[in-house]
């Protein structure tokens, strides 16, 4: 098989399905298919994937008779995503964004209509983002133009893209001139016949606006990844020499990406997040395309192809996308989850870490107790496992206080035992009317509560399931765990794992 011919197959294997016929049933990331619904019709599609992967996942209402809603769920038959209207009335498309997968499983993802609704739809399975922005097949070398480079950069005569670079130390830029340039996106591009007689490092630029102002991400053939930000010409580390078990050293193949949303950066290694990091300086959209450096020692040829590449951008509202569902993970961890789905900008930093405490009251009211009262926080997101226990008969429950600032001015998010539950804000002897609703009442089980505060606007979530959001301006107190009684009844509130991160700069 000559190297055209094995060029052509290997992207045929590589390149994530487009789209599928409408009785496929079989998911890839980066599928797009078109169906349609009958009244009270239910369709399952099937998408095995790795743990780690980052998708977004649409279904898009081509009819207007269409509420379309659906459901992601493991193969153990946990309910993971779900959504139904991400942004009414502006649209009653489903969506879920930027979703990093749990585990590696067999997921079945079902699609309805809400009620009696039935038409046609278009469902988007993509990398990153829920907008497909570009992805490049043709890899034409007219498409993509040198931006910067130390040494002789060439391109081969082949319709796709391969690239020959020669020097010592020496580095370049190509970028992709029909990719839009964006601040918030997905960009992956998919490496085949990387080849160099000593070391090479090769990646991917992004934010590039000038050869002295953009980041980069190179990994080396050692195995080893390193994030990188250009100022001024000057090359700052935003994450060291690092390696991951996913990474293969000396693959010849492999595709390389970056989610990057505000100061968020992931590192995405064939379709797995293998690493996040931060960058802190304010940074405009710029190009995107490809960064390499030949052997500083030895120098030589590096050359390489580029099967594919690709471009998804989110959705942008004049609100953020509120996901229907946030699963709970470690405090470092939802800080990354929190910035990439949009929730929070920048640098989530742990303040607050509580592994247990207990609350107790007998009196009607609310009981509260300070957690490191030293301390007060306008805008941060916090966590929490909370259980009841009630030993008379009565409507008791649990809850968590911010932005304290003495006994009748504090904010307060709440649950009873009868189901009551939601957020209110205190202010003389009362509390205004917020967030409230009701579920089944309480047994002896342990329930998650989070809270993502911002100076416009209170998110609440219970149990992992969002339960709705509060205007908010900008107020700064302290924090606290409370009993929260609506009657005389002995009440008992166990806190675990309460974490909080904070975005106060």
Excluded at 135 to 156: K, N
Aim: glycine fraction near 8%; charged fraction near 20%; charge should be negative.
């Amino acid at each position: 098989m000559n190297w055209l011919a094995r060029l052509v197959l290997c992207f045929a294997l590589l390149s994530p399905a487009i789209a599928l016929r409408a009785d496929d049933s079989a998911l890839a990331i980066g599928s797009i298919v078109e169906n349609d619904l009958r009244a009270g019709e239910t369709r399952s599609y099937t998408l095995t994937a790795l743990a780690l992967t980052i998708v977004s996942i649409r279904v898009e209402a081509l009819d207007e008779q269409l509420d379309p809603q659906f459901e992601l769920i493991d193969a153990s038959g946990e309910l993971l995503a779900a959504n139904d209207d991400f942004a009414y009335p502006a649209t009653l498309d489903a969506l879920v964004q930027a979703f990093v997968l749990p585990k590696t499983s067999a997921y079945t993802l079902t699609i309805s209509g809400v009620g009696e609704s039935a038409g046609a739809y278009r469902l988007h399975v993509l990398p990153g983002f829920d907008i497909l922005a570009r992805r490049d097949l043709a890899m034409s070398s007219q498409d993509w133009q040198v931006a910067h480079s130390d040494a002789p950069v060439s391109f081969g005569a082949s319709s796709l893209l391969s690239v020959d670079m020669t020097g010592f130390g020496a580095s370049a830029v190509i970028v992709g001139r029909r990719f839009p340039a964006r601040r918030d996106f997905y960009f992956e591009v998919a490496f085949d016949f990387v080849s160099a007689v000593n070391n090479w490092q090769l990646g991917l630029a992004f934010r590039f606006q000038s050869p002295e102002n953009y980041q980069r991400l190179l990994l080396s053939k050692a195995g080893y990844w390193r994030l990188e930000r250009v100022t001024g010409g000057v090359v700052e580390p935003l994450d060291d020499w690092a390696t991951h078990p996913a990474i293969v050293p000396g693959a010849t193949d492999f595709r390389l990406g970056v989610l990057v949303a505000g100061q968020h950066i992931d590192v995405v290694y064939d379709g797995q997040v293998i690493d996040s990091a931060w960058d802190a300086q304010a940074t405009e959209a710029g190009e995107v395309g490809i960064a390499m450096m030949t052997d500083e020692t030895f120098g030589g040829l590096l050359s390489f192809a580029v099967l594919e590449a690709q471009m998804t951008v989110p959705t942008r509202l004049a609100e953020p996308v509120i996901p229907q569902r946030l699963l709970t993970r470690p405090a470092y961890l939802m800080a990354h989850d929190l910035a990439r789905q949009q929730l929070a900008e920048g640098f989530g930093e742990i303040k607050v870490s509580l592994a247990d405490s207990v609350v107790h009251s007998n009196r009607a009211g609310v009981t509260r107790v300070p957690i490191a009262s030293e301390l007060a926080f306008a805008q941060f997101a916090l966590g929490a496992r909370v259980k009841l226990e009630k030993r008379l008969a009565g409507n008791g429950g649990c809850g968590i206080v911010f932005h304290f600032n003495n006994a009748e001015y504090y904010t307060l998010a709440y649950v009873t035992a009868d189901g009551d539950f939601g957020v209110s804000r205190r202010e003389g002897a009362g509390f205004d009317p917020g967030i409230y609703g009701q579920r089944e009442p309480l047994t002896d089980s342990t329930l998650q509560l989070l809270l993502i505060v911002s100076d416009e606007v209170i998110h609440f979530y219970l149990d992992e399931v969002y339960a709705g959001s509060l205007p908010s301006q900008p107020r700064i107190g302290s924090l606290g765990s409370a009993v929260v009684n609506y009657e005389a009844v002995e009440s008992a509130c166990q806190f675990a794992d309460l974490w909080l991160l904070s975005y106060d700069e």
